[in-house]
């Protein structure tokens, strides 16, 4: 007689769909659980840098770059052409005002000084015996007036003379008559003979007048032309250091031509390149700072070049003191103030920024161990922090390094 066997509850193939169920299960509540809470990441400390938020003051400005150079530079040009027989100096020396630096030949030029010259001392040649012929032409009609006042005078005499005898009856009225005519005749001839001495005179001044100033303008000419020979020596304009002289013995140079410049040693400037971006914020008067053998020194805008060139204006800035050590040609390093300073809350600037802008930054919470996000607002900086407007408070940690391996995360643990 066969004895029923008893049916199993759970066979293999039961508890392996089970199994399934489980580890589905839970892999549904992980998923869950992760997804629903913030990503966090590890993040070793020795590769971020930290830092503290505080209250300080603040002063709004940009990093740029500047190169001294001389207080004033005065350019050498060729005031006349010509070809470059002497060099009495080479590029470099230091100049008093009034010395030689080159000498240029003209032959043309030279020519027309000769000309000038001998048109001068044929002009005075020419005035000379003009003089002596107007001297002697007024000896000659002194000596034709002296002739007519003595006609004159003995007219006189005897006109009044007969005047008597006639009353006397002693002689006719004929003889009268003619002493009268002849009274009448010569005291016209005076009159008439004054005023052509007179006129004489006025003309031979006016002569000497014109003469004068013909010499004089013929004077002024040379000069000139002596001024312009003179030209053909190059000299310093000022005290200075000669620089850039491009000449050559042999070389000919035209009128204009620059040659070399001179720099004045009395002190120096710096010629300052700025983004055409801050054009409208940029004056005379406004200040930078600079660091130099380890001290802060100050400059001030003097002028503003508002040419924009490659996207780039200039400007030119004067030391406030004198500072020793500086070379022309040296490159500085300037912080240039934009706006007074203030009293703000600050974070310094790290490369942070790049990732956020500056829009939220990773917080620490109060033992240091976990950093998480929170929504900042910055306003405007300078070469060391941001002003903090909103989401921050002096005493506040943050990570100010680079954000570039964070990914997404919400939240960094810190070890």
Do not use: C
């Amino acid at each position: 007689m066969d004895i029923p066997l008893e049916k199993k509850r759970f066979s293999k193939k039961r508890i392996s769909i089970a199994v399934g169920i489980l580890l589905l299960i839970s892999l549904i509540i992980f998923v869950v659980v992760s997804t629903g809470g913030k990503s966090k990441l590890n993040v070793d400390m020795e590769r971020i840098s930290i830092s503290e938020i505080k209250e300080g003051v603040f002063q709004e400005n940009i990093p740029v770059t500047g190169v001294v150079m001389p207080i004033t530079t005065i350019y050498l040009d060729a005031l006349e052409g010509g070809r470059v027989d002497e060099k009495f100096v080479e590029d470099g020396a230091i100049m008093k005002q009034g010395e030689p630096i080159l000498r240029l030949s003209n032959t043309d030029l030279e020519l027309s000084l000769v000309n000038q010259e001998t048109s001068v001392y044929n002009l005075l040649t020419q005035m000379q015996i003009s003089q002596n012929a107007a001297s002697q032409n007024t000896i000659n009609r002194l000596n034709r007036m002296t002739d007519v006042e003595n006609a004159f005078i003995e007219a006189d005499r005897v006109y009044q003379l007969n005047k008597k005898l006639l009353a006397e009856k002693a002689i006719g009225n004929q003889e009268f008559q003619e002493s009268a005519n002849n009274y009448k005749y010569q005291k016209q001839r005076m009159k008439l003979a004054r005023e052509v001495l007179k006129q004489d005179s006025i003309s031979t001044k006016q002569e000497a007048n014109q003469k004068r100033n013909s010499l004089a303008r013929t004077q002024s000419a040379l000069e000139l032309m002596r001024k312009k020979v003179g030209d053909l020596v190059v000299r310093a304009p000022v005290d200075g250091q000669l620089t850039s002289l491009d000449v050559e013995i042999g070389q000919s140079k035209t009128k204009g031509e620059r040659l070399g410049q001179i720099d004045v040693l009395s002190g120096f400037k710096v010629r300052v390149d700025i983004d055409e971006h801050y054009i409208s914020r940029i004056y005379t008067g406004q200040q930078g700072t600079f660091e130099f053998n380890g001290e802060t020194h100050v400059l001030t805008i003097k002028k503003v070049f508002t040419q924009v060139t490659n996207g780039r204006f200039q400007v030119d800035m004067l030391f406030d003191e004198k500072v020793e050590g500086i070379r022309r040609g040296q490159s500085l390093q300037i912080r240039l103030a934009l706006s007074q300073e203030k009293q703000a809350v600050l974070v310094p600037k790290g490369g942070f920024f790049q990732k956020t802008g500056g829009n939220w930054i990773f917080k620490l919470n109060e033992d240091g161990t976990l950093a998480y996000k929170v929504d900042i607002q910055l306003g405007t900086k300078n070469t060391q922090y941001y002003e903090v407007l909103e989401g921050l408070s002096p005493g506040d940690k943050v990570i100010t390094s680079s954000y570039d391996n964070f990914g997404d995360k919400q939240e960094l643990v810190l070890k």
